[in-house]
């Protein structure tokens, strides 16, 4: 008889935990953009494409940086709840900024699409920030790994 309320009480914080952890919320990165229909855009001049852009990469930016914080948020209270159990589970937040961020991003993309169409130079622009961003990245993973490697 005991085994089996061992293995229940084993099972049933298995699947608590499973719970709690499908609950935190993501890192901005790690969520993708929500489809939106470049058509609403078709009609705008590269240069209202530009300060649309600007706009919502700013705003982007801004919820990215306040997701990122609730990620970490959830982070660190699921590594507390994990090691001193229930109390702090219950401070993992539920206002993630997923859904707005995902259209953000869709909306960033749809306007991109046009840009591209339009041969606009804001695609160009964003291309060259792209790859910039990508090799510090790489710069940085490679850093990392020279410091690991030396270690």
Sequence with gaps: MKPTTTATRLMSLLLTSCLFLSAC??????????????LQ?????????KGEIGRVGRKMNEVAGVQDDIAGD??????????????????????DQHVE?????????ALEQVA??????????????????EARKAAEKAAAQKV????
Excluded: H
């Excluded at 993501?26 to 953009?33: P, T």
């Excluded at 961020?101 to 993309?109: N, T, V």
């Excluded at 690991?148 to 270690?151: G, L």
């Design 148 to 151: 690991r490697t030396n270690q």
């Design 116 to 133: 591209i169409e339009k041969n606009c130079t804001v695609a160009k622009e964003i291309e060259v920030v792209r790859q910039e961003e």
């Design 41 to 49: 855009y078709s009609d705008y001049s590269c240069k209202q494409i």
């Design 74 to 95: 959830d982070a660190v209270a699921m590594g507390v709840g994990l090691v001193l159990l229930w109390p702090a589970l219950f401070f993992i937040e539920s206002d």
């Design 25 to 38: 919320a993501s890192k901005s990165e790690n969520i993708k953009a929500s489809y939106v229909s470049p």
């Design 101 to 109: 961020l995902a259209r953000l991003k869709g909306e960033f993309d």
